[in-house]
């Protein structure tokens, strides 16, 4: 709080979270501190300097119950602590700050970090098969497209919480499946269920986000999903 008050912002962009989701189950207090309590300092400060704040939240404050794509409108039920540590962290912000944007994307993979698309092209690499979950549904969403969607949320007079992902729908088999095909690249791959998976922390089924809530208010809208990866992966 002190050292943004010396900074004395106009805005604030939250990227920072704590995201291995299976991780969190193990680590709730780290999980807490960085995803909720983190970004209710922030709020803090920000209305204590009178900046906006935009904060990057996640498709998992879902269930995933729903068959269709979830809206803002409809109610949150995180099923791991890593979505209840994130919606913990939306409500804080709320709870000190009337000038912010939440934005809640899905599934993002890009330069400069681990992520399952640039995994799969290595396994691609070392194994002749591997299993893959294709009973969960959402939005694979490049960071270079919303680093651009942040942008032009900054840029607008936007408030409150909105859903930002590339277009589209896939499972992480049809995404997988996808990236060996642009890439040229050869990998059999057996398809399993969720329940098959023996996982620490439960994962939303459906993590489909309704992204008309931001065309419709700021004109924003991210290209389909297998346009953005293809230029990943040029």
Not at 40 to 54: K, M, Q, S, V
Not at 74 to 103: C, F, M, Q, T
Not at 204 to 223: E, F, T, Y
């Amino acid at each position: 709080i002190f050292y943004l008050m010396s900074l004395k912002p106009d805005v604030v962009i939250n990227c920072a979270a704590y995201t291995d989701v299976d991780g969190c189950e193990s680590n709730t207090t780290t999980a807490y501190m960085v995803n909720a309590d983190g970004p209710a300092h922030l709020a803090e400060g920000c209305f204590n300097t009178g900046a906006r704040l935009i904060h990057i939240s996640t498709e998992y404050v879902y269930d995933g119950t729903k068959q269709d794509a979830y809206t803002e409108k409809d109610p949150v039920n995180p099923l791991s602590e890593y979505g209840k540590s994130k919606l913990l962290g939306e409500k804080g912000i709320a709870r000190h700050l009337e000038d912010y944007v939440i934005l809640r994307t899905s599934w993002l993979y890009g330069p400069g970090g681990k992520n399952f698309v640039e995994t799969i092209l290595r396994l691609a690499d070392e194994r002749d098969e591997i299993t893959m979950v294709n009973d969960q549904r959402g939005a694979p969403t490049f960071t270079v497209d919303l680093a651009d969607g942040i942008y032009r949320v900054f840029k607008s007079e936007t408030r409150g919480i909105y859903h930002l992902t590339n277009s589209g729908f896939c499972t992480w088999y049809d995404l997988a499946s996808r990236a060996l095909e642009i890439k040229g690249k050869s990998l059999k791959m057996r398809p399993v269920t969720t329940d098959q998976i023996d996982r620490p922390a439960k994962r939303p089924l459906n993590s489909a986000l309704d992204c008309s809530k931001i065309d419709r208010d700021a004109g924003i809208r991210l290209r389909a999903w297998d346009e953005a990866l293809k230029d990943f992966l040029k």
